[in-house]
């Protein structure tokens, strides 16, 4: 009766060495960050896009992320076009993000804004 080590070919041995490889190299990689990662708070900067024209008005996706490692929630957002008489406010609320992650969303105005009068304002947000 042979062995089952014996059964068993080169190409199985070589699947199961590279296989064992990738797992160590994961292990060390998540040791190594949990380690040697800065612990940053939230870093919420905001980008505006092109502002495009809908069927009931203007619209203008925004994109948030966050440089820190630490994760926002219930993030609150105001951006404001115009001025005087003819300011819109709009207001975007975002559940959570992550640390060195982004969200997209969009805000709409019902007259169009102009891009030099915009205005972004983080309000707030809590960390976990």
Known sequence: MKDKSENTNW???IVTVI???LVLFTFGFLIYQIIY???TPPDLVISLGEITQKQQGYSIPVSVKN?????????NIEI???EGDNQETGQLSFQYIPGKSSNKAWVNFT???????I???VSGYSTP
């Open 111 to 117: 007259k169009k804004p102009d891009p030099n009068k």
């Open 67 to 75: 440089n820190g490692t630490q994760t926002a929630e219930n993030i």
């Open 80 to 82: 404001s076009s115009g």
């Open 119 to 121: 205005k972004t304002h």
């Open 11 to 13: 190409l199985e041995r």
């Open 37 to 39: 990662r800065e612990n």
């Open 19 to 21: 296989a064992g490889i």
